[in-house]
């Protein structure tokens, strides 16, 4: 077990009443990490049931912080208001139906050791309320905020942290700035078909002020939750309108940026047009329920994700945001 080390901030941000129960199921998991050395900063809106029930459930727990976000919603406003209030050399954002594995904060921790390392991001594993939903491809997983579709065997360096599970040190924010404030999403006032893409837009902002990099490490994982409610259409259909928007979105803030952003997306759809489709389709014959049922979904998901990428190109409206450049 670590000992010492730097302090960790984990900062979560949350807006539901009804999420308590998860947000204590992720305060134990964070208790139970085999690294001692961190402090939990809660940040609640719209509710303020929320934080106080955090706050009794926490008991007094020094290592545990609580605020209300009184200023403007959503979820960037609350975490930059969490890095205010946090003390650690690292700060870590984890949402709040997230679980990390114990060794989450030890391996996250260690990451950081390697001074060209600004930020670290890691997989992020469906935890079904009901197995049966793993039928749902992989490859599509994204739609739920997972990340096992990369195919990621060992550290390497990726464009962006995922911020379901994203970690920078406190400098590089100093250096690049907040989360932009105009991206993210504004679930305080349902406007969830607009644009996200906030951690993206950040990551490109750190390495650029930094010149270090981010890095996915595959021992810093998490869980989390995929209810069944959330097997819906228009909750699909709803969630790749607004990846699509999203990534048409990044390439223009980035258009004068030396690297293709969106390399990462580019390489998923290959995997999909060639390899999930094609290996479906061979399945019809054997598994007719279940392979129609994946290619259903993955035409579904595909469209809509198109149908955003192209409305934002057609919309041509201003960026609320900095351009990345070089």
Same mark, same amino acid.
């Given at each position: 077990?670590?000992?010492?080390?730097?302090?960790?901030?984990?900062?979560?941000?949350?807006?539901?009443?009804?999420?308590?129960?998860?947000?204590?199921?992720?305060?134990?998991?964070?208790?139970?990490? &085999? #690294?001692?050395?961190?402090? *939990? =900063?809660? $940040?609640?809106?719209?509710?303020?049931? +929320?934080?106080?029930?955090? /706050?009794?459930?926490?008991?007094?727990?020094?290592?545990?912080?609580?605020?209300?976000?009184?200023?403007?919603?959503?979820?960037?406003?609350?975490?930059?208001?969490?890095?205010?209030?946090?003390?650690?050399?690292?700060?870590?954002?984890?949402?709040?139906?997230?679980?990390?594995?114990?060794?989450?904060?030890?391996?996250?921790?260690? &990451? #950081?050791?390697?001074?060209? *390392? =600004?930020? $670290?991001?890691?997989?992020?594993?469906? +935890?079904?309320?009901?197995? /049966?939903?793993?039928?749902?491809?992989?490859?599509?997983?994204?739609?739920?905020?997972?990340?096992?579709?990369?195919?990621?065997?060992?550290?390497?360096?990726?464009?962006?942290?995922?911020?379901?599970?994203?970690?920078?040190?406190?400098?590089?924010?100093?250096?690049?700035?907040?989360?932009?404030?105009?991206?993210?999403?504004?679930?305080?006032?349902?406007?969830?078909?607009?644009?996200?893409?906030?951690?993206?837009?950040?990551? +490109?902002?750190?390495?650029?002020?930094?010149?270090?990099?981010?890095?996915?490490?595959?021992?810093?994982?998490?869980?989390?939750?995929?209810?069944?409610?959330?097997?819906?259409?228009?909750?699909?259909?709803?969630?790749?309108?607004?990846?699509?928007?999203?990534?048409?979105?990044?390439?223009?803030?980035?258009?004068?940026?030396?690297?293709?952003?969106?390399?990462?997306?580019?390489?998923?759809?290959?995997?999909?047009?060639?390899?999930?489709?094609?290996?479906?389709?061979?399945?019809?014959?054997?598994?007719?329920?279940?392979?129609?049922?994946?290619?259903?979904?993955?035409?579904?998901?595909?469209?809509?994700?198109?149908?955003?990428?192209?409305?934002?190109?057609?919309?041509?409206?201003?960026?609320?945001?900095?351009?990345?450049?070089?």
């Amino acid at each position: 077990m670590a000992d010492s080390g730097p302090l960790l901030s984990v900062i979560i941000t949350s807006y539901a009443k009804n999420r308590p129960p998860d947000v204590f199921d992720l305060l134990e998991s964070l208790k139970a990490q &085999t #690294y001692p050395h961190l402090e *939990i =900063v809660f $940040v609640g809106e719209r509710e303020p049931e +929320l934080c106080a029930a955090v /706050a009794g459930y926490a008991q007094g727990d020094r290592k545990v912080k609580v605020l209300f976000n009184e200023g403007p919603p959503g979820a960037t406003w609350a975490r930059n208001l969490g890095v205010g209030a946090a003390e650690g050399e690292i700060l870590a954002f984890v949402d709040d139906d997230a679980l990390p594995f114990p060794d989450w904060a030890e391996a996250l921790v260690k &990451t #950081y050791k390697d001074p060209s *390392i =600004v930020g $670290v991001t890691g997989p992020i594993l469906p +935890l079904w309320e009901d197995e /049966a939903m793993e039928w749902f491809p992989q490859e599509l997983d994204w739609v739920f905020g997972c990340a096992t579709w990369s195919g990621i065997t060992e550290t390497r360096e990726v464009r962006s942290v995922n911020g379901i599970n994203a970690s920078f040190r406190r400098q590089a924010l100093a250096m690049a700035g907040p989360y932009s404030v105009a991206l993210g999403p504004r679930k305080a006032d349902r406007k969830e078909w607009s644009e996200f893409g906030e951690e993206t837009e950040l990551s +490109l902002r750190v390495t650029q002020k930094t010149g270090k990099r981010i890095v996915h490490n595959t021992k810093v994982r998490v869980y989390h939750r995929v209810p069944r409610k959330k097997f819906r259409w228009g909750f699909l259909a709803q969630r790749a309108y607004q990846v699509g928007r999203t990534r048409r979105m990044i390439k223009r803030l980035c258009r004068h940026h030396p690297t293709d952003v969106l390399s990462t997306e580019r390489q998923l759809l290959r995997r999909i047009l060639f390899g999930l489709i094609p290996g479906t389709v061979k399945q019809l014959s054997t598994r007719p329920v279940f392979a129609g049922r994946r290619l259903a979904v993955t035409g579904y998901v595909l469209f809509f994700v198109a149908l955003g990428y192209y409305a934002h190109l057609v919309s041509r409206k201003a960026l609320p945001v900095q351009e990345v450049n070089n």
